[in-house]
């Protein structure tokens, strides 16, 4: 895990640290699993359902929490008793910000943080604290003319250079929306049930991204990097419990994951068994499933005839 520290005045002053300024320390840990099935592979076969590569291993907010909570019982061995206190996607943390001003990497178009032996593949996490830390200058940017990610995004989500319209992302649909996704937006999402990485997958910095050493994110679980829809359909709600047990996934919940599965199978190539598997549901007991069960099954039967 590498790290480096940046000062800055914390906006929301954890209750550890002492009023003023503080030190952030900004970390990164690779996730990409390079025992997955090849992304291009399984997003090319519609009868599959996409994950994000992130979310294939466990639940990288405990991983790195703990990891960072180590980090900083290891400085407390060596300097005594200090605050602090740790972030990992888990507060209203400009982690990408910090992380570009501490020298971690730079701020792509797509507005993830870039580096260049990792790519993007990889969670940021950050220790608040007290300690009186040398600050490390930020490394300049390298995306040049490229524009690869803005192209790639496939809902136009990138609406311009370091400018995302998050109510267009897929990562947001399928993660934060808890509601019904937008009727036009539906079609663009394909069969990415969780999550999105597009506008990684065509990252040209993303050829220098090496495979995670880390057991935690190596290891695919449950078969979840490219596992029929059909399948992912026919899971009860106690499938999904015990399935993602451990999982970021597991945070969205049974309605949503099924909600997000129709929309796949509404955008799957014609097949009767996809047709079959929407029916099953049809009466489901929630109104959101319902309601992408019943648009699924009318595109369906458009693309059939």
């Known amino acids: ?36 099935q090849p992304a291009g592979d399984v997003l090319s076969n519609s009868h599959r359902g996409y994950v994000a590569r992130y979310a294939l291993g466990r639940d990288y907010h405990k991983v790195l929490r703990r990891r960072l909570a180590r980090l900083a019982a290891r400085i407390e061995d060596d300097v005594g008793a200090f605050g602090y206190r740790v972030f990992t996607d888990s507060a209203p943390v400009l982690e990408v910000a910090l992380a570009a001003k501490s020298g971690l990497g730079w701020r792509g178009k797509h507005t993830l943080l870039l580096t260049r032996d990792m790519g993007s593949y990889f969670f ?9 830390l040398p600050t490390t200058p930020p490394v300049s940017a390298h995306c040049g003319t490229c524009s690869a990610c803005i192209a790639a995004c496939p809902t136009g989500a990138i ?31 394909g069969n990415r049930v969780y999550g999105c990485d597009d ?74 068994s996809i047709v079959a598997a929407l029916r099953k549901r049809a009466d489901d007991p929630s109104a959101l499933v319902r309601e992408h069960v019943a648009w699924a099954l009318r595109r369906q039967a458009s693309a059939a005839n």
Request: aromatic share 10%.
């Open 199 to 272: 506008c990684q997958l065509a990252c040209p910095w993303n050829r220098y991204a090496v495979a995670t050493t880390a057991h935690d994110f190596a290891e695919v679980r449950n078969g979840l990097d490219g596992e029929r829809l059909t399948t992912l359909f026919e899971w009860t709600e106690a499938d999904f419990l015990r399935r993602t047990e451990g999982s970021a996934i597991r945070r969205i919940g049974y309605e949503r994951w099924s909600r997000n599965i129709a929309v796949a199978l509404g955008n799957a190539a014609p097949d009767p």
């Open 159 to 189: 609406v311009a250079p370091y400018e995302l319209d998050a109510r267009r992302c897929i990562s947001y649909l399928t993660i934060e929306l808890k509601g019904s996704i937008p009727e036009e937006l539906r079609p663009l999402i």
């Open 124 to 132: 940021l996490g950050e220790i608040y604290t007290d300690l009186p």
């Open 1 to 36: 895990m590498d790290y480096m520290a940046r000062h800055g005045t914390a906006r929301a002053r954890p209750a550890e640290l002492v009023p003023g300024t503080a030190r952030v320390i900004t970390a990164r840990l690779n996730y990409w699993p390079a025992k997955s």
